[in-house]
């Protein structure tokens, strides 16, 4: 079945970039996304990105799709406290259903000042 | 415009007790969901409903019941609450198809069974 796998902590200075990775196994997943979850909120939409991409930009936001290797990732650049928070990668299968979206389980981002 | 609305936004029960959380959506989606978020384990989709008068499972759906009598509300009812409830509930809501488009989640709803 369907997984999305991520590492549960990343912590970094301020000011630097941060790159929280994701992998994916469903290679027909159509959309891959990044929300973001801020302390007793919701999660929000941060970015996707559409499988026949290998690069995004969103102003300080960079997303890579590597397809070969099912990998994912978000780079923050010039991370500020603001950017701590829980980043959640999900992807929708093809196949996927009605919700179709399957979450990874989180990795938090702690900024050090 | 208040997006997804949920309530309560924390409860206890004791073992054994019911009750029924409100999500309320004033965006016309269609699609709505109910996610549990445990430690260590994401979210998990509970239930969900592609338009009023529909539900379905998700992927944790045993000990919850769910109803979508009309559009813009989704409740989410525990009959006999169990400590494994525990949890941070979110509920979401899309507009539909195409499959970019974002979910918006409300604000959560932390219940503890003692």
């Known amino acids: 079945g369907e997984d999305v796998e991520q590492s549960l902590f990343l912590s970094v200075r301020e000011g630097d970039s941060s790159v929280i990775n994701c992998t994916y196994t469903?290679?027909?997943?159509?959309?891959l996304y990044w929300y973001k979850q801020e302390p007793g909120a919701g999660l929000q939409l941060l970015t996707y990105i559409f499988s026949n991409m290998d690069m995004k930009q969103d102003q300080r936001l960079t997303v890579l799709l590597n397809k070969k290797d099912k990998h994912l990732s978000l780079r923050i650049a010039d991370t500020q406290t603001g950017d701590s928070a829980i980043y959640f990668c999900a992807e929708h299968p093809r196949g996927g259903g009605a919700d179709g979206l399957t979450f990874g389980k989180g990795t938090h981002l702690i900024i050090q000042p | 415009n208040a997006g997804v609305t949920q309530t309560p936004k924390f409860r206890v029960l004791k073992t054994g007790q019911s009750m029924t959380l409100l999500c309320a959506q004033d965006m016309n989606h269609e699609y709505m969901y109910w996610y549990r978020q445990d430690p260590g384990m994401g979210l998990r989709l509970i239930h969900y409903?592609?338009?009023?008068?529909?539900?379905a499972k998700g992927e944790v759906p045993d000990g919850y019941n769910v109803s979508r009598l009309k559009k813009q509300n989704f409740l989410l009812g525990l009959e006999s609450a169990a400590p494994s409830q525990t949890s941070v509930y979110f509920c979401?809501?899309?507009?539909?198809?195409?499959?970019?488009?974002?979910?918006?989640f409300g604000s959560g709803t932390q219940l503890s069974v003692l």
């Open positions: 409903s592609v338009g009023e008068g529909t539900t």
């Open positions: 979401a809501s899309r507009r539909g198809q195409p499959t970019n488009e974002k979910l918006f």
């Open positions: 469903d290679s027909s997943s159509t959309y």
